[in-house]
């Protein structure tokens, strides 16, 4: 059998540099897709390349490497990474055996003066992948575990690399120069948005600013980069897809009248969403931007008040215990709830992030008044979050009957609500939520106002409460079995 042999002399070693625009794609699960492209000058055969243009936490095996033009076939057939950059304690190792100077820097009479102490390295105290021990030095015949001074090299050795890199050995069926596409995924970035929404003194309208945040910890400064975004919940062990066939492009930039062109658009793509920062830009390594991607006016959220006593309460089975479901409970949570659609000034493909809400006061300066966090959330479905308890809002909960027949099997218990609205001038409704645990099987028997079924274990109260006035809601279930 002929076995293939490459001629030594066909390699041809060589750096990689970048020729082009690179391009990010960057997930909110801490990965990126990278694209960047290097000038080679080949010859047909095996091609000895270096190619350190990757970043410090790039998936090895990601690796891609094509002509974008289709006219030549190009294929690894070795690829060995590196990412042990030169440091000293490398060039210790390096240099163990051998003696080197170190420089000691002394203070006599106020006056700094440097000493050059010889030391034979016996041990450098590096480990390869982390970690270190002690050093061993050898000076003067004696051996110290430490190092005399500031270690000097006469050169950086014969194999070391100032940044991590990738050195292949390359199959080309044609000779020549053209730019290559080079692909990976790599750690080290992620993205997040969050949202800003603003209200005046009264009313349930807000105006809504969002920003996305990048963050680049991959140990790479990009360049003039194409930078797009992708939501979703990516499954991470699957094969990264190129980014093409979108769907229209959708202007995230809303309410704003004779505005410039939109800082970024937003695309349905496969099962996720793909958001596109209209400007190439920078982004440098440790670097956190912040760019502009929603701005709406006047979208209607209005305030939610809800009294759920005996919240963290639910139907495990057949319960007997009265006391089960009890609860000293007084406050009333607020909650801010719109609905994510054109005909409420948005209607957009939300990414996962924070909500935070300010209210203008009488003298016209915001004030914070509550927080919390939204999941991906599609168009046309409705955002609730609670941002906080309310202060003038009071429920009090209790136990008013309680009957058990084991013998014919059922239960009636009985509960009294009590609503206080202690605002001056405000009237609200209060929603007030009762779960039904003890058993599957329920109806309400007596109940004082309309009631709306949630759920199998769930009912709801609506109750109008004015100012300074308070209300009482009585019910009676009975259960069944």
């Not at 690179?22 to 699960?29: D, G, S, V």
């Amino acid at each position: 059998m002929k076995k293939n042999i490459i001629p030594l002399l066909a390699l041809t070693a060589f750096a990689l540099t970048a020729t082009a625009q690179p391009a990010l794609t960057i997930y909110n699960q801490n990965f990126a897709v990278v694209r960047d492209s290097v000038a080679l000058d080949l010859k047909a055969g095996a091609n000895a390349l270096r190619y350190s243009g990757a970043t410090a936490q790039v998936e090895a095996d990601s690796v891609i490497l094509r002509d974008p033009a289709g006219k030549r076939s190009l294929q690894i057939l070795e690829q060995n990474y590196r990412n042990d950059p030169v440091s000293q304690d490398l060039l210790l190792s390096l240099f163990e055996g051998k003696t080197v100077d170190f420089e000691k820097v002394r203070m006599k009479d106020n006056t700094q003066t440097r000493e050059l102490i010889p030391g034979k390295i016996i041990r450098s105290g590096y480990i390869p992948g982390g970690g270190s021990q002690q050093p061993i030095i050898e000076v003067n015949g004696k051996l110290q575990f430490f190092l005399p001074g500031q270690p000097l090299f006469a050169s950086l050795g014969d194999d070391t690399i100032l940044k991590p890199a990738f050195n292949w050995l390359l199959q080309s069926d044609k000779s020549g120069k053209f730019d290559a596409e080079v692909g990976y995924v790599t750690g080290g970035f992620d993205w997040s948005a969050s949202y800003n929404l603003v209200s005046p003194e009264k009313g349930d309208y807000v105006d809504i600013v969002g920003w996305i945040t990048m963050n680049n910890n991959s140990g790479k400064t990009f360049e003039n980069a194409k930078i797009k975004l992708l939501a979703g919940d990516v499954n991470k062990i699957q094969p990264a897809h190129a980014i093409g066939g979108m769907m229209r492009a959708k202007a995230m930039n809303f309410g704003m009248a004779d505005a410039a062109a939109p800082a970024v658009t937003e695309k349905a793509f496969d099962e996720f969403h793909l958001y596109s920062i209209a400007r190439a830009t920078t982004l440098h390594d440790r670097e956190t931007k912040q760019v502009e991607f929603v701005h709406a006016e006047k979208m209607l959220a209005p305030t939610i008040y809800v009294y759920d006593s005996a919240t963290g309460y639910r139907f495990y089975g057949l319960n007997y215990d009265q006391g089960y479901g009890q609860s000293d409970n007084k406050k009333i949570i607020v909650q801010r709830e719109f609905k994510n659609a054109e005909t409420n000034k948005l209607g957009i493909a939300l990414p996962a992030g924070k909500l935070r809400f300010y209210r203008r006061d009488s003298d016209g300066q915001l004030q914070f008044v509550g927080e919390n966090t939204i999941d991906h959330t599609p168009r046309n479905e409705t955002v609730r979050v609670t941002t906080g308890n309310a202060f003038d809002l009071v429920g009090e909960r209790k136990q008013t009957n309680f009957r058990v027949d084991r013998g014919d099997k059922w239960i009636d218990e009985t509960f009294e609500i009590k609503l206080r609205n202690r605002k001056k001038t405000d009237a609200v409704e209060i929603r007030v939520v009762e779960h039904l645990y003890r058993w599957s099987n329920w109806s309400i028997t007596k109940s004082s106002d309309k009631f709306e079924k949630k759920d199998a274990q769930t009912i709801e109260f609506r109750i109008p409460v004015k100012p300074d006035e308070e209300k009482i809601v009585t019910y009676t279930v009975h259960y069944s079995w």
